[in-house]
């Protein structure tokens, strides 16, 4: 199987970050999805393809600082913190 293109890879996981099982996590990793995805290399979008098979309630906890995020995620999960911007 060929290895999928970067342009193609970032695509599919933006589509994966918006359509999610809560809208909390639409929001939050929709705003990443815009601004970051296209920026990251083929390992940092590897760790995010991961990043999302995890479950939703599970990223809303690690984003939220409810619980900390899993040493492979950390510092995506804070990037990811950071990089939100709640509507007020």
Known sequence: MAEELHEHKVKRLHMRSIRRGIKEMDLILTSYATDVLPNLDDEALTLYDALLNESDH????????????????????DDIRTNFTPLV
């Open 58 to 77: 599970d990223l809303y906890q690690w984003v939220t600082g409810q619980f900390p995020a899993p040493d492979p995620y950390a510092a995506m999960i």
